[in-house]
Structure formats: structure tokens, C-alpha cells
């Protein structure tokens, strides 16, 4: 029943941006902490961003990628400024009832949509 759909992945330059979509379902997301999280090729999935009463950011990502919620919408959204190519992967978005580091904290889970930062 608790569905999230990640969008708005695609092929960017380095310095480009990008705004990820988590659309959620089956619940109301302003009551529980959204977490996005990230893996590439070959290393473990990690945690990028939260939000819950407040936000918080992983170091590698801080000052570059602002995470917001839209109630109305029922959607929490990831702004990726000045892409690196590091940056690059399958971002997941997923709910916890608080914000927490760990992908062991977080329950349902969306299917992922990937970021690619290249030239």
C-alpha cells in the first residue's frame, strides 16, 4: 500500500543540476522522515539526504543538494546543484519514522531513478 516513485533522473555536465521527485502513496509523508539515499556500481548503498521536522545532508553533498517537501503534492524533492561526477548513481528515496544514516532505519523504498554526471 505505501508506494514511492522516484523521477526526474537523466544524463548531466558536471556543474549541472538536477531535481529528483519522490511521490509517495498510501500514506501522508509529512508525518514520517523521507530519506535519500544513493549506490553506485559496485559500493553499498549510502545515505545523501532527510527531512523530517528538520534537514540533514550527507558531508560529500552539503551545500550542494537541498532537500524540500511539498504536503499538498505529497512529494519530497532533492535539488542536486553543481553535479560532480561522483555523484553519479541510482538514487532510492524511503521512509523511516526518523531521519537516520543507516539504510536499515528505512522501510518502504522506491524503485530508484538514475543520475549520471558526465562529459
Known amino acids: 500500500q505505501v508506494q514511492l516513485v522516484e523521477s526526474g533522473g537523466g544524463l548531466v555536465q558536471p556543474g549541472g543540476s538536477l531535481r529528483l521527485s519522490c511521490a509517495a502513496s498510501?500514506?501522508?509523508?509529512?508525518?514520517?522522515?523521507i530519506g535519500w539515499f544513493r549506490q553506485a556500481p559496485g559500493k553499498e548503498r549510502e545515505g545523501v539526504s532527510c527531512?523530517?521536522?528538520?534537514?540533514t545532508y550527507a558531508d560529500s553533498v552539503k551545500g550542494r543538494f537541498t532537500i524540500s517537501r511539498d504536503n499538498a503534492k505529497n512529494t519530497v524533492y532533492l535539488q542536486m546543484n553543481s553535479l560532480k561526477p561522483e555523484d553519479t548513481a541510482v538514487y532510492y528515496c524511503?521512509?523511516?519514522?526518523?531521519?537516520?544514516?543507516?539504510?536499515?532505519?528505512?522501510?518502504?523504498w522506491g524503485q530508484g531513478t538514475q543520475v549520471t554526471v558526465s562529459s
Open positions: 524511503a521512509t523511516s519514522i526518523r531521519c537516520s544514516p543507516r539504510v536499515r532505519d528505512f522501510g518502504s
Open positions: 527531512i523530517s521536522s528538520t534537514s
Open positions: 498510501g500514506f501522508a509523508s509529512r508525518y514520517h522522515a
